[in-house]
């Protein structure tokens, strides 16, 4: 009986795998079509001076409007996307429709772009972003990149090669979710770049966090420093905003100030 029981518990775990891996098949399949499909989007979601709530910049996220399956989610197609090797096709167009739409924009503002790990460590990246600042018009200082670490960055070397060649067009560079990942500090020593973004989870329990509070003061003053400007992210009400602009924290971002939408520009929902 015993062993019957464990035969059962053995299928229905074979029976949830098969499915599991039936589904990633599946998704690879339609995500490796996305791209041309005209299926990979960009949304916007503002970064603004916290002080007076000027939008200085826009954050390009992607999204995937898969089809009868509706509006899926980075954090459900950007990892795999990562692991069979389609990042860099859709780091590309969401690059192209972001600087696109900020060059139509024509309000100053800059946006901001999203890479991954992977992305960077290309050979040619670097000529990537040469070429679509140079057929979207955008200048170069009103492209920023963020380096996300969801891996350790192997070829740190050519990475940092890459990013000199991009800051030396104007680019500006940043550390997405500083303070959580991989090798935030490794990253902060390699590179030469302008702006953290301190990542949403110390931002989350401002309030009532002495613990955290200390972190984002740490960061801010590590960044003053250093000379760079910092995002805090996350930004959710509006006293987690005055506790930052108090500690001297200069941007933030987040659902109190708008949602990502699609719109390049979307309207802010509260007054500074
Ligand atoms: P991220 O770059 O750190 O982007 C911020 C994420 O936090 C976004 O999620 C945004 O919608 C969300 N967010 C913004 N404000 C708030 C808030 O007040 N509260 C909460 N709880 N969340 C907020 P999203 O759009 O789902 O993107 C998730 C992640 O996927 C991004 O994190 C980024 O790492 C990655 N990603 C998005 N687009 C791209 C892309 O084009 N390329 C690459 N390589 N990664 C991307
Ligand atoms: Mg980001
Ligand atoms: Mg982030
Ligand atoms: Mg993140």
């Not at 950007?78 to 600087?99: M, P, R």
Request: aromatic letters at 8%.
């Amino acid at each position: 009986l015993a062993k019957d029981r464990g035969r059962a518990r053995y299928e229905v775990f074979d029976d949830d795998l098969r499915y599991r891996i039936h589904q990633r098949l599946d998704s690879e399949l339609a995500l490796r079509d996305a791209v041309d499909l005209g299926e990979i989007e960009t949304w916007y979601q503002p970064i603004v001076d916290l002080q007076n709530h000027t939008v200085v910049a826009t954050e390009a996220l992607a999204r995937w409007r898969r089809p009868e399956r509706g509006l899926v989610m980075p954090g459900d197609f950007i990892a795999l996307a990562e692991e069979v090797g389609l990042i860099k096709g859709i780091g590309s167009t969401v690059l192209g429709q972001a600087c696109r739409a900020a060059t139509a924009l024509e309000q100053g503002m800059a946006v901001s772009v999203n890479v991954s790990a992977r992305q960077f460590v290309q050979d040619d990246f670097g000529d990537v972003v040469k070429r679509v600042l140079a057929e979207s018009g955008l200048p170069p200082e009103r492209l920023w990149l963020e380096l996300t670490e969801s891996a350790v960055l192997e070829a740190i070397d050519s990475a940092a090669r890459t990013f000199q060649e991009l800051r030396g067009v104007g680019v500006r560079l940043a550390i997405d979710d500083f303070g959580t990942g991989y090798s935030s500090f490794t990253h902060l020593r390699a590179f030469t770049v302008d702006l953290l973004k301190i990542d949403l989870t110390f931002i989350r329990d401002l309030e009532s966090s002495d613990h955290d509070r200390a972190i984002v003061e740490g960061i801010l003053r590590l960044a003053d420093s250093l000379n760079l400007d910092v995002v805090a992210e996350g930004i959710e009400t509006a006293s987690q905003r005055d506790l930052l602009r108090g500690m001297g924290c200069r941007y933030g971002q987040g659902y109190l100030f708008s949602k990502p939408a699609p719109s390049a520009y979307p309207a802010l929902l509260v007054a500074p």
